[in-house]
């Protein structure tokens, strides 16, 4: 499982991460669910130690990965940035090159290879040249090569950006049919409703701050009602309250005092977050 605690982020004067606490649970597929520039990808980078954190930590199995990197992620997969295959080598070459680097032995990588590739769909094109692959098959590529030395855990980075509405697809159906063995996968988005079709719960954040965290199950059941107290670290201008109520499913915004409004709110949990973002921006 992964446990994310007070996990602070800067770059120069940009909060990316701001005291970011989650956890994952074992075996749970979570979506990390934000608008571009939240700090979705800053926080797995961090978490697959690709740069350092500024405070807080993070955790893999109870491993820290600041101070035991290799060991807390052995038994972690992730695909950050989609990487770059050799056009010319097939998927099976391509495990097998990648595996030798990691330390695996050709048997294992023949005998690995063969379920991983079978395990995102991708067995009848593993002795196809990679060249010819469309770009949702090379991320499922990417997503096997990322569970080839057989990690619990499997992190994801935005898996369907960039993808054509078919290789979307495909990929989010690779996505759920891992979840239903016993991986656990917390994969980064910025739509809604991906994150509602593959996952168990969502973790919303926007501007480094996580806003919910909830199952999709109770994010859409909970009282539809909301109350939603707003508070701004600068003065609200009146037309930005009066644009709040005229957004979809208010009811009525008032300013209680010059940083803080209330908003009255009467839509489904995920128009909430909708609005939630939208007042943000
Ligand atoms: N290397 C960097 N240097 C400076 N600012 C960065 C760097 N990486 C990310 N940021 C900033 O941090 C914020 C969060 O970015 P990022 O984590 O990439 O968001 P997301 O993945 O949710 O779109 C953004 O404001 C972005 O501009
Ligand atoms: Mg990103």
Known sequence: MIEIEHLTKDFKEIKAV????????????????GPNGAGKTTTIKILTNLISSSKGRAMLNGVDVVTSPKKALAHVGAVVETPEFYPYLTPMETLHYLGRLRGMSPGDITRRGRDV????????????RIGKFSKGMKQRLAIAQALLHEPEILILDEPTSGLDPRGMVEVRETIKSLKKQDY?????SHLLGEVQEICDSAALINRGKLLIYDTIEHLKTVTKVAKLEVTTALDVPPQVVSAVNSMPNVRSAEAVNPRTFIVTFDGLPDQRADLLLAIQK
């Open 117 to 128: 590739l079978d395990e995102v769909k991708m067995t009848e094109w593993k002795g196809t």
């Open 18 to 33: 701001d005291d970011l606490t989650l956890e994952v649970p074992r075996s749970r597929t979570v979506g990390f669910l």
């Open 184 to 188: 656990t996968i917390f994969m980064s």
